[in-house]
């Protein structure tokens, strides 16, 4: 199983652009979790989706965020128009049952310039 | 919503020493996780306990329910384990989400 896979492992962009980071669940999992961490915050729940269906958004910090799952096996978080405060470590996780264990991807380190 | 609170915020230790994380939280759960974020930043599941005690090779997790409170250990401990040590609880009838604590930042000196 190659486990969560994020996409890209890196992004730097400037200030005003659009940025989108993708996730590829671990296969059969239902459950699927954005978390941003931050020195100064920590990690932060985003939000989550079970079976494909947002079910708590109250993470997400603007309007200017947006994140969607179009089927089981992917899902976008999406800045536009980016700002240098959304520079943090954005972490996907998946798992197969509620509070059953996560299992994180590697992360994208954003940096807005 | 929850307040996580773990400590110490960072420790430094010797190699083979026996060590302790704390983290608290101020109302019921239904699990606890702990968490392992390594220096390079990848994060891996250590355990998910709703009561008692689990134990995994060096590591043992416990979790007192009554006292809302839990702790990491590790024996003999290895440079190795040097990383960030991360508890998130998930609270009762709450969201699924996570609320996390900030982080045990534990060095094992060789």
């Known amino acids: 199983d190659a486990g969560v896979i994020q996409s890209p492992r890196h992004e730097v962009t400037e200030m005003g652009q659009e940025v989108t980071l993708r996730c590829k669940p671990i296969s059969g999992h239902n459950s699927l979790f954005w978390y941003r961490q931050t020195m100064m915050r920590g990690l932060e729940l985003l939000i989550y989706f079970n079976n494909n269906v947002p079910i708590d958004d109250s993470g997400m910090p603007e309007d200017r965020f947006s994140a969607k799952m179009p089927n089981a096996s992917f899902s976008t978080l999406k800045i536009q128009p980016s700002e240098p405060r959304d520079s943090a470590v954005y972490f996907c996780?998946?798992?197969?049952?509620?509070?059953?264990?996560?299992?994180f991807g590697n992360g994208t380190r954003l940096t807005v310039t | 919503k929850n307040e996580v609170e773990q400590s110490p915020q960072n420790l430094t230790a010797q190699e083979g020493e026996f060590i302790t994380i704390n983290c608290s939280y101020s109302?019921?759960?239904?699990?606890l996780h702990w968490l392992q974020q390594h220096p390079g930043g990848g994060i891996v599941s250590l355990f998910m306990?709703?009561?008692g005690k689990k134990k995994h090779g060096r590591l043992i997790a416990t979790i007192n329910i009554q006292e809302k409170h839990s702790s990491l250990h590790i024996t003999a401990s290895h440079p190795r384990d040097s990383a960030v040590y991360i508890c998130a609880v998930l609270s009762t009838g709450g969201a699924d989400g996570l609320t996390f604590g900030k982080g045990t930042h534990l060095i094992i000196q060789p």
């Open positions: 109302v019921g759960i239904s699990a």
């Open positions: 996780a998946s798992s197969s049952l509620t509070g059953s264990p996560l299992h």
């Open positions: 306990l709703s009561s």
